[in-house]
């Protein structure tokens, strides 16, 4: 092991059931969850609607009820429907949000730079705009050097090399020219 990464402590097997335990406990929240939901249900559903009680009522009676219960059918429909309607009419406006939000950062793309050849003379006005009067001559203070020539070898007949070259006497050259 290297010295960032240090030993678990801890085994691979008690890990193993520390995740086990954690997965049920898990796993027993959500039920209870569920089940505290399904309450919460049950509980706004007999508030709003009370068991019907239909026993003695007279067929007028059982009529008008019935015409009640449409009436109050329609009004909830009415309110999911206009709930529908501005939903659907926000999901739109997120929609054309987005597509303008696209819109706009695509415009502004970062431009691709490019280099521009500008003097010392023209960077120092640009940098020190009216405070720089006098000039400075950059090169004059440049050190000058002196390039060495190289030496060329004249072209020659590569068989006149060999033919000198070749033998015991050859090798002797080869000796000398590289031991001076």
């Given at each position: 092991?290297?010295?960032?990464?240090?030993?678990?402590?801890?085994?691979?097997?008690?890990?193993?059931?520390l995740k086990i335990r954690l997965l049920a406990v898990a796993t027993q929240m959500l039920e209870e969850e569920k089940r505290q939901k399904m309450k919460e249900k049950e509980a706004v559903l007999a508030e709003r609607l009370p068991p019907l009680n239909l026993s003695g009522l007279s067929l007028q009676e059982l009529q008008d009820l019935c015409k009640e219960l449409h009436?109050?059918?329609d009004?909830?429909?009415?309110?999911?429907?206009?709930?529908?309607?501005k939903v659907s009419k926000n999901?739109?406006?997120i929609e054309n949000m987005k597509l303008k939000i696209t819109e706009i950062q695509s415009k502004f793309k970062k431009p691709h730079l490019r280099r521009v050849k500008i003097s010392a003379e023209a960077m120092l006005s640009v940098l020190l705009g009216s405070k720089h009067k006098?000039?400075?001559?950059?090169?004059?203070?440049?050190k000058t050097v002196k390039k060495e020539e190289e030496k060329k070898e004249e072209v020659t007949d590569w068989r006149k090399n060999v033919e000198a070259m070749s033998g015991m006497e050859g090798r002797k050259k080869l000796f000398d020219a590289s031991g001076n």
């Open positions: 092991m290297s010295d960032g990464q240090k030993k678990s402590k801890i085994s691979s097997s008690r890990k193993l059931g009436r109050k059918i009004i909830v429909d009415e309110e999911r429907y206009d709930v529908d309607l999901d739109v406006e006098e000039s400075f001559d950059f090169k004059a203070n440049l």
